[in-house]
């Protein structure tokens, strides 16, 4: 139908690359002590969705790591800018909070080859992304994923089950891409020398077998957040293996509530694309037609997100934190000049 092709409405691309570190570099995280890597359990990848609408440009890019230093991803916005023709502030960089990682966020020599590398990395997925736009439409939901995580000081906290799924469809209907939005650390995976990318890499795998198209996952606000029952002093915690089955668990049944979300969107193809941002406190926020993306770079409890969807609690509002990849062991700052200078762009963006 001619209004499904038109040029000026919303089209969509994606792509992707490997990232995994060659077998004998560190592994680090948040919780285990480093250790040398020998072998690969399954890739750490980028993902990226390039996205397009009446002129406006946007990259939504998740890496399968823990933490990125703030040159690094300086490097990665210049680089993917200058290559594909995006502005800077147009770039959504994000991660998976991966436990099992490349320390990207410190100065480890034996990365200095991988650092320099790895803006054409992500350049090179960006503009596989934009050599696959097609017509598109999207739309968005929230649903609860109750159970499945818990806070760090123990049971009966007020929780945040909240899992928001942004499906991006063709005019049939088959899925172009998948982005989920969840508050848990990708650290189920106990000490390993093996690269893996956790939970995240397994749902995002089990989204793209059924279908969905290139699955991407961003970590939401999860500094006081562990997965499953795993909260401090719990002296008889569930899946206490931490081994391939437990990510397995976790990461099929988020697949299966994402996919079951999907049914829910209401899709569009008038999408509106606008992006504002905050050199003050670092808050990028994003408009994709029904969805609102809001993130900032630094560690931050799960306390951030709630704030904003209690705030704006008739909009999708897909939060994502600790792109610097702070460590357990220190305490992440409450930002509430974050918060109110996000409210206030989300506001000029009209969620409501």
Not at 66 to 76: K, T, Y
Not at 127 to 137: D, F, K, Q, R, V
Not at 144 to 161: A, H, Y
């Amino acid at each position: 139908m001619p209004g499904k092709i038109e040029p000026t409405l919303f089209q969509a691309g994606t792509g992707k690359v490997v990232i995994t570190p060659p077998i004998g570099f560190v592994i680090d995280g948040p919780e285990h002590s480093e250790s040398v890597s020998t072998g690969i359990a399954d890739d750490l990848l980028v993902r990226v969705i390039v996205l397009e609408s009446q002129g406006s440009r946007v990259a939504l890019i998740s890496l399968d790591v823990w933490g990125i230093a703030e040159p690094v991803i300086d490097a990665i916005k210049l680089a993917v800018s200058v290559s594909a023709g995006i502005a800077e502030n147009s770039i959504w960089l994000t991660n998976t909070g991966n436990g099992t990682s490349p320390p990207l966020w410190r100065d480890e020599p034996q990365y200095a080859n991988y650092i320099a590398y790895l803006p054409e990395q992500v350049s090179g997925a960006v503009l596989a992304a934009l050599n696959s736009m097609e017509p598109a439409s999207m739309g968005s939901t929230g649903t609860l994923l109750p159970d499945v995580s818990t806070f760090i000081d123990g049971p009966g906290l007020p929780g945040n089950p909240a899992l928001f799924v942004m499906a991006i469809n063709r005019a049939d209907g088959t899925g172009i891409a998948r982005l989920m939005n969840f508050a848990c650390p990708a650290t189920i995976i106990g000490p390993s020398t093996m690269w893996t990318a956790d939970y995240p890499g397994y749902a995002c795998w089990a989204l793209e077998q059924n279908g969905g198209g290139l699955s991407l996952f961003s970590q939401a606000p999860s500094h006081d957040i562990r997965p499953f029952d795993w909260w401090t002093r719990n002296t008889d915690p569930t899946h206490s293996d931490r081994n391939s089955q437990d990510v397995h668990a976790f990461g099929l049944l988020l697949a299966t509530q994402a996919n079951n979300a999907v049914a829910e969107t209401v899709q569009r193809r008038n999408v509106e694309i606008a992006v504002r941002s905050d050199e003050t406190t670092g808050i990028q926020v994003l408009r994709v037609g029904d969805a609102f993306f809001v993130s900032t770079n630094k560690p931050q409890p799960n306390k951030f997100a709630r704030r904003l969807r209690r705030h704006f609690s008739h909009s999708k509002t897909i939060v994502a934190a600790n792109l610097y990849g702070g460590v357990f062991d220190a305490k992440a700052r409450f930002d509430p000049r974050g918060i109110k200078r996000s409210i206030a762009l989300l506001d000029e963006l009209g969620a409501t």
